[in-house]
């Protein structure tokens, strides 16, 4: 199952609070989880280093695995099947408990016999920050407790042994691990933390029942905004690109990027999703967060935040393995430098998107979202890093134009409404803007929108032209563009994101859904249909997806589960569901 | 003398625990006063914080008020002084109060005696209150150091 102590990232389930995730292999080691929130320190870090922190469970002896979520929840059941029996896990991170006093974040794994006997063995590895910190681990009274300054964690036992144990059809075995962030250790009770999991796995069903979505795909729909909604920081509302840092976008690469921050470019993706559901709440939320957060630094903004609104983004490299060989490994992310022009788009399209779903601008202040337009307005006419956060030299990307055309476009409708401030230079700009992309961005020779004027490459992210407001899909030139981009890109059901993707990294599964997403808009829903079809059962055996796939093999590359994918999913359906008025 | 005791114990109390969080989040200490002494009330994390912060700016004005009765019996007062009582004050605290009165009255924290009708959550401090980090004592002690030394002060004004 595993290679050089690597499991395949597709066997990765996650399970999560609302304030960090763990991933769950399918042969029962918890391998990544970050304490006390997503973007701490992870305690356990398995899939970075073979030798790192991990929390076992497992079947002694050979087992086959079975798994899938409780339905509706972000409970994660596996089921192991040995010789001589079979035994449940069930795996859950709780929450904050009314009745009894709560650990700050918990883990539970509770295993239950189902037939036979069979034997079973645990292990507690932790390692904190990637063993930079050392713990110092104690043994009191059936209790692991490993600490070191302001952290401490504990594993607590019930009728487990010490690592080695049996359990017949019946009977039933917890682990819990709990976590104390400056403050004393909370040790749970048994019958507290197996109740906190049920409470849990009812709290995601009912959350999950409140979806308002009936259409196609609705499994798969649901999934992804469970799978969003594990990615949600609800202390401040962000919504993190992934939950893992430099999984590797090619097997041996050094294309490994830390993930768990905020992007201000899936915004307009996770407004339209979050709204679609009828998440009001995770939309507003996440919307307040994006004010809070460009307050810092507007009128620019960085294309990423984190968490909590903060800009310490710093990235360093750690002398660490890597996933299967793949360095360096990254923490921080250096793309929160770059300019990116494109991320003006998705955030006045966000700000516009909320404004008429509820006739407010929240947390926003109309001279901050004035001075974000007059930024672009005059700042547009400059090379940029681009959507895909390119480290070469900056380029005149055709999307970053499109999005400027899209955030002036969107401020200029709000200034239509009175909310904000008429500024004449917006439109102006815009047709200037579009003007530039119609002439200096379409590629006479090759008959298609082109990645930048000038140069051969086609990118598969001229997509979000259709997806963002800037261009109509049954236009002729959108068309064209999308045929080139199939073309050239696709491979399957799957699209690389540009021109040579395919020598540095996976396909881009992001990019197949705007593909689903843009056909549908175009009218070529039985397109879209069978495309659509085709992704969805790309997924891994409980829903989730990766940044990118291998399209010859259909490995999972990239972190893990990946927001903007899920994002993108719902989206397509939605456009399928609604047929010729995708909004 | 009472009264400027008392208003360095107010001074003093917001210097302790401003010092006592900023020693947790520089890792020395794990030691939360405020949700150890909420939590003997509720186990609500929420308002055990607020109850704790109460408690903790009452016992600060308290304490005050035992050092101002010391000046004023012994008709002296001044930061040195002051600190003299916050060392006792510190060892008191960190040897005694924290150490052995907290688990005993802590209804969510073991004893020695708690038995198998109960199932304690806390951490309890450990000897010298060494469960909540190596530091805690010395921050503790410190801490009591400087909220002596002004109470103190504002005593001798």
Redesign the interface.
Known sequence: MRTEGYLPLRDYAAIGDGRTCALVGRDGFVDWLCLPNVDSPPVFDRILDAGGGCLELSPRGPFEAERRYRPGTNVLETTFRTADGAVRVTDAMTF???????PLRELVRIVDGLEGRVALGWTFRPRLDFGRRKLRVREQEGLIVA??????F?LSSWNAGDGRFELSAGERSTLALTH?????????????AERRVEEAAAFWARWSGRLEYDGPWRDAVVRSALALKLLAFSPSGCIVAAPTTSLPERIGGDRNWDYRFGWLRDGAYTLRALLSLGCVDEARAFFWWQMHATRTTEPEVRPLYCVDGGIRTEEVELRLPGYRGSRPVRVGNLAAEQLQLDTYGPLLETTWRFWTKTGSLGAARPREIAALADFVSSEWRRPDAGIWESRGEPRHYVLSKAMCWTALDRADRLADEGVLPRRDAWRAAAEEIRGWIEEDGWDEARGSYGCAPGEDDIDASLLAMALCAYADARDGRFAATIERIRHELARGPYLYRFSGAETIEGAFVTCSFWLVDALARAGRTEEATTLMDELVAAANDVGLYAEEVDPATGEFLGNLPQGLVHLALVNAAVSLADGDDPE | MILGALAGGLVGTVVLTSGSRLA?????????IP??LG?IFT???GR?TVIGYAIHFANGLVFALAYGLIFEATDRAGWLFGMLLGAVHGLFAGGGLLNVLLPVVHP?MGKPWTDARS???????GFLLS???RATLAATFALHLVYGALVGLFASL
């Open positions: 904050h408990d009314r009745e009894s006093l709560s600490a070191d300054g302001s952290d401490a504990a104390a962030h400056m403050e004393p250790l909370v040790l749970p009770a048994r019958d507290d | 947790q989040h520089l890792g020395w200490t794990r030691m939360d949700l150890l939590t186990p609500e994390r055990a969510r199932a304690p959550v806390l951490e309890p401090p469960n909540y980090g």
